[in-house]
């Protein structure tokens, strides 16, 4: 089956914009949490939604923000955009919260955001 | 708060060579452990997991890792490496707890030479 989709791969934005990035789930997961990879912190969790609802939320200023929609596709937003959000935002996705009983997530390729 | 320590950022092997990667945690309960791994241009993958039992675990194209509770350790061990295990390496602990989510280290750089 179709693993996690993102969109859009790329994108360059600049400072003060703000950005909405996709992610598609693997179909029949209800899970999609988060993460933002970057050369000097790694990867660092930004939040978990299931079925619709926010579970968890790392520690990331409130411009960063998303939400879930009823097909489990989510969306995450980071408005008033700095240097420093350049970054891999990678999207991961499990059937049930936090990965389950097994605690796998799926991860996708990632939208790769540059600030100028 | 749970935290991953990765002792490596980068490290550089001739194959055919072993391979020891070092993971440790922060957590005071009961944790499952993680190491993943991404190719270049390639998305995030399951290595291996631990969540009970056997503290030596197994997991893909050769790969194992011993969990050390007394050490608050989890490497990553792998007896002989190939050109094709070059690949960054990520450590990463989930607590227990209803809110739990994954914590990643800042994750290791493996460089193998033909």
């Known amino acids: 089956k179709a693993g996690v989709t993102q969109t859009p791969r790329y994108l360059i934005k600049t400072r003060g914009q703000q950005v909405t990035l996709s992610c598609s789930p693997i179909?029949?997961?209800?899970?999609v949490s988060w993460y933002q990879q970057t050369p000097g912190q790694g990867l660092q969790f930004l939040f978990e939604y299931f079925s619709e609802t926010q579970r968890n939320k790392g520690n990331f200023p409130g411009r960063f923000s998303g939400r879930q929609f009823s097909n489990s596709r989510s969306e995450m937003n980071v408005s008033t955009l700095e240097l420093g959000d350049s970054a891999l935002y990678l999207c991961?996705?499990?059937?049930?919260?936090?990965?389950?009983?097994?605690?796998?997530?799926?991860f996708g390729e990632g939208s790769r955001l540059t600030v100028l | 708060a749970q935290s991953v320590s990765q002792h490596n950022h980068h490290v550089i092997l001739s194959e055919a060579a072993s391979l020891e990667l070092g993971c440790n945690y922060s957590?005071?309960?009961?944790?499952?452990l993680f190491w993943y791994v991404q190719y270049p241009g390639q998305h995030l993958q399951l290595l291996l997991k631990y969540f009970s039992g056997d503290p030596l675990v197994k997991g893909i194209k050769g790969f194992e890792a011993e969990f050390i509770k007394s050490k608050f350790s989890f490497n990553l061990r792998k007896p002989s490496v190939q050109w094709s295990d070059t690949a960054e390496y990520f450590c990463?602990?989930?607590?227990?707890?209803?809110?739990?989510?994954?914590?990643f280290g800042s994750g290791t750089q493996l460089t193998v030479l033909p």
């Open positions: 957590y005071g309960g009961t944790v499952n």
């Open positions: 179909s029949g997961h209800r899970s």
């Open positions: 990463a602990v989930m607590g227990s707890g209803s809110a739990r989510q994954l914590t």
């Open positions: 991961a996705s499990s059937a049930k919260p936090s990965g389950g009983n097994t605690g796998e997530l799926f």
